[in-house]
């Protein structure tokens, strides 16, 4: 069973700048989870999908931040424009639905570590 | 409000010594469910364990143990006997009603040959 991916692993940008994150979960996974997370620190949520419907954006900083899954597969992270304190990794993970018995387990991607200059 | 304590930042061991990394939890709910996560130097987060709030049952797993005690809040994690490659950072996390995932700060652990 091939595990979350998540493209590209590392970026570098200038500040200002956009830029994009893609995650493919686990095939047969309806949960998705965007996390940052900076050095040192543990994951904090971002958004979460059930399928292609945010449940839970209540992180995610909407003024620079977006996000999409749109056929409740794949999923892409947007920073427009992005700054210095972006810098971070960005982690994706995936899980079966929320109600089942094992709910809270997730399988986590490598990360996208964003470097802001 | 709902929060994860890891007190320890770094544990520095040599090979085969056993090592306990601490959780502390907060929460106001009755149900709940806790975890530890690996992170190894690659990235990404691996599963370890997962308990809920009505099994305080220890559970031991090869070299790794969970000590889950409701009446201090705490779910340790022991490992025996430890080797390099447990070398990573470990989080400690909780979910609750709020279904959201709490995560710790994390412990970083090396072992040393």
């Known amino acids: 069973e091939a595990g979350v991916v998540q493209s590209p692993r590392y970026k570098i940008i200038e500040k200002k700048q956009p830029v994009a994150f893609w995650c493919n979960p686990i095939?047969?996974?309806?949960?998705l989870y965007w996390y940052l997370q900076n050095l040192g620190q543990g994951p904090e949520l971002l958004i979460r999908?059930?399928?292609?419907?945010?449940?839970?954006d209540s992180q995610l900083p909407k003024d620079r931040f977006s996000a999409e899954r749109l056929k409740g597969v794949d999923s892409t992270l947007k920073i427009q424009p992005a700054e210095l304190g972006d810098s971070a990794v960005y982690l994706c993970?995936?899980?079966?639905?929320?109600?089942?018995?094992?709910?809270?387990?997730?399988?986590f991607g490598e990360g996208s570590r964003l470097t802001v200059l | 409000a709902q929060k994860v304590t890891q007190a320890q930042t770094e544990i520095s061991v040599v090979e085969k010594e056993d090592v306990t990394l601490d959780c502390v939890y907060e929460?106001?709910?009755?149900?709940?469910?806790l975890f530890w996560y690996k992170q190894p130097p690659s990235g990404e987060l691996v599963f370890l364990i997962r308990?809920?709030?009505?099994?305080?049952q220890n559970e031991i797993s090869g070299r790794y143990s969970w000590n889950f005690q409701k009446s201090t809040s705490s779910f340790n994690f022991t490992i025996t006997a430890s080797q390099v490659v447990d070398s990573a950072v470990y989080f400690c996390?909780?979910?609750?009603?709020?279904?959201?995932?709490?995560f710790g700060t994390g412990t970083r652990l090396q072992v040393f040959p």
């Open positions: 993970a995936s899980s079966r639905s929320i109600d089942s018995p094992n709910t809270g387990e997730l399988f």
């Open positions: 095939s047969g996974h309806n949960t």
């Open positions: 999908y059930e399928n292609e419907e945010a449940v839970d």
């Open positions: 929460t106001r709910d009755t149900t709940y469910y």
């Open positions: 308990r809920n709030s009505f099994d305080e």
């Open positions: 996390a909780l979910r609750s009603n709020t279904d959201k995932l709490i």
